[in-house]
T-cell receptor, first 113, second 113 residues
Framework: QKEVEQDPGPLSVPEGAIVSLNCTYSNSAFQYFMWYRQYSRKGPELLMYTYSSGNKEDGRFTAQVDKSSKYISLFIRDSQPSDSATYLCAMSDTNQAGTALIFGKGTTLSVSS | DTAVSQTPKYLVTQMGNDKSIKCEQNLGHDTMYWYKQDSKKFLKIMFSYNNKELIINETVPNRFSPKSPDKAHLNLHINSLELGDSAVYFC????????????FGSGTRLTVV
């Protein structure tokens, strides 16, 4: 079993839809959870950073962490064509210097206008 | 002002050659990383350095040798290139005391023919 599982999609939605992206993980030591967005031929850029369980909201984006279920989600409200990208979840057990992030394989999202 | 810059962006080379990829960050971060992204978009840690000191050296062939001349630079030298080395290589940096994730460069697309 891989440490972090993420449905690769592709996921196609119309503009304005609510999008739900999810990852599950097996390592209960993970405490730091991130979502990155990667446009084609670009580097990943950090969207959301969450420590431990709970919700975090930033504009149209909401990140949720459920450590008891080992499950994290990213919700995108009022999706826009500019949201079309690959979304990668990432996590680590510490935030000490040099700690590796463990990534999911990414979900490709396409938002049509 | 590019925060994490990598050169070259594209590299096409023959099997058996030796090549280097350079990375520089101007964020004042102490920690730098090399990640490899395969054709299925899976991002995997290769190395991490903190203040020029090697922290993580994942199971990577010893044909790959990182070098950090100072904490703002982390280069990757690859000897005797093989077809399987074809991938996108990303450099990243992070601040050790702030929980704000990594900042990635835009990647070096290496094609070995």
């Amino acid at each position: 079993q891989k440490e972090v599982e993420q449905d690769p999609g592709p996921l196609s939605v119309p503009e304005g839809a609510i999008v739900s992206l999810n990852c599950t993980y097996s390592n209960s030591a993970f405490q730091y959870f991130m979502w990155y967005r990667q446009y084609s031929r670009k580097g990943p850029e950090l969207l959301m950073y969450t420590y431990s369980s709970g919700n975090k909201e930033d504009g149209r984006f909401t990140a949720q962490v459920d450590k008891s279920s080992k499950y994290i989600s990213l919700f995108i409200r009022d999706s826009q064509p500019s949201d079309s990208a690959t979304y990668l979840c990432a996590m680590s057990d510490t935030n000490q210097a040099g700690t590796a992030l463990i990534f999911g394989k990414g979900t490709t999202l396409s938002v049509s206008s | 002002d590019t925060a994490v810059s990598q050169t070259p962006k594209y590299l096409v080379t023959q099997m058996g050659n030796d090549k280097s990829i350079k990375c520089e960050q101007n964020l004042g971060h102490d920690t730098m990383y090399w990640y490899k992204q395969d054709s299925k978009k899976f991002l995997k840690i290769m190395f991490s350095y903190n203040n020029k000191e090697l922290i993580i050296n994942e199971t990577v062939p010893n044909r790959f040798s990182p070098k950090s001349p100072d904490k703002a630079h982390l280069n990757l030298h690859i000897n005797s290139l093989e077809l399987g080395d074809s991938a996108v290589y990303f450099c990243a940096s992070s601040h050790p005391d702030r929980g704000d994730g990594y900042t990635f460069g835009s990647g070096t697309r290496l094609t070995v023919v």
